[in-house]
């Protein structure tokens, strides 16, 4: 076979072209397609459950909620108020957390495969939780008695911040955080975190190993105002910073050094970046339990769909991470009515083969 | 060295890493336009002495001053906008576009992502290394020679917009700027870094290529054992001596009569008889 290229011809550079990727496209389909998956499936969120409310009942059951209304609109705006709308916004705002929170560890430990679970946040709480399950009325019945039925999501908070911070303080010398040896005690202590568990798992009863194993595969089936005002804080603080972060988690992707060069404060960032994500992650495990997955997948898709600029993915996988976590908790209310399906796993059923279809179709890069 | 008003000096800068010393007593000034060479053998502490100068390591002891304070002082991004670094290597594992990694030069914070001017500089940074072609493709896809041509370009963007916006944009530290660069694309880079440098910009680089070292900087320092053992214009400090001296090898070092400038070659046979001698 003979090339009927003429001699000489510019080949490469059309061809270069051809392969640029439109990123301001790519970017205006990625927010238009998230703000869309978002606004549907908080709608469904709010419409669907054990009594539900049509879609045309919705509009008239919001309205009631503010005093007006029939008998009927009245007790769906009851239901409506007092379950379904606790439940969807803390369902956004702990995907949105988790989302977040993936990405912006993949920005510190350069690497797509990093997720919140390597500062410690999820083991330290989930050590928390199991021991206010199974010793409430042993060490840890004064918890128990100063929160109540708020000791479990407090303690949990608290367990999550306790652990990433001695993860942090281990990491340290000489002022600054080292990201290896984060990665190195993050796996010892995540390590002895389970074998605790399994500890006061061994030590458990019938009922606080059934107790234990469901919050550790989370549920939104506990949704309340208090949890959502618990969550809330944390979750907009980390939302409002977002902004600040953008360049210097771009700059972080080429290197600390090369941050460094391009004028960020390297140390700050990465003590900011460990706060708000052990935070606002310890803040939805509280309140959710443990939902894994998210956070890595997440912020993937978004940067296959749009490439790696922190400017698109941190905003996009709030949203995305939201949508996911809404999505997932309808299938976990309907899927086996009345009972409920633990959240984790079907996010983990609904997010596998969607992120394998799309690792590959789109080809190896991350 | 007191008449020279230099934008960048080490003075009297020592690094050491527990109790080695790596850089004892460098003093080494650039001035505003000049473009200086570090050569040395490896391990000589070339690199170190140049990440000491760009605050990246902290001396021992010493100081190092940036266009009039001293750098200990100077914040991340007060630094940023006084200089730009291209480190020896730096990988990056995220498909960013060359495009975007040259955008990430921009060190000004606040701008807008579609500021026309911030585009024009980055556009212009990309054409100065003769990549325009390749500004959509992605950095993961690229040979090493064009990404470190893109992590110049990102260097050159942060100068220009730095001078450009906010006064700065004065200094360029580079570790080997031409190592995976084949020859042509080489004088690519050297041209575009000599019209940086007439453009005022103080330029310090460490390079391996003696010969290209000799004919495109202004003045050479050659280092040996993490100190300076000469610092001046290449003709007069790149000796047989010297860098015989330098390299621990026997080195041939001519000078065409045409333009003087001298060129350097191993004496092979004289270094094996060397070699020899000491077995």
Redesign the interface.
Known sequence: MTSKLPAGAIV??EH??A???D?AQQRFVLFAVSALALAVTAVLSLSIGATGISLDALPSAITAMFGDGDAESARSALVLLDIRLPRTILAAMVGACLAVAGAMMQGIF???LADPGLIGVSSGAALAAVTVIVLGHGIAAPVVAAFGVHALPVAAFAGGLAVTGTLVVLASSRRTVSVAALLLAGLVLGALAQALMGLLAYLSDDRELRDLTLWTLGSLAGSSWTKVIGVAPFAVLNLLLLPYLV?AL??L???E??A???????ERIKRLIIIATAASVAAAVAAAGIIGFVGIIVPHVV?LVA???H?TVLPASAMLGAALVLAADIVARIIVAPAELPLGIVVALIGAPVFLHLVLRRGA?? | MSDRADVLAAQSVSYRVHDVSLVSKADLGVAAGEVVAVLGPNGAGKSTLLKVMAGELSPASGRVVVDGRDLAILKAGELARLRAVVAQSSNLSFPFTVREVVRLGVSVPGLSRENPRIERAVGDAIGRVGLAAFSGRLFTELSGGERQRTHIARALCQLSVARDLAGGGKILLLDEPTSSLDVGHQVVVLEALRREADAGTAILMVMHDLNLAAAFADRVVIMSHGCIIADGPPRQAMTEAILSRAYECPLSVGRPPADGIPFVIPALGQAKAAKGARL
């Open positions: 490469s550079a270069m072209r392969a640029e990727p990123r350069r690497n797509p360049r771009n700059g992707l080429l290197g050094a090369e460094f060069h391009l004028g960020i404060d390297v940067r490439g790696p600029d400017g890069y991350v």
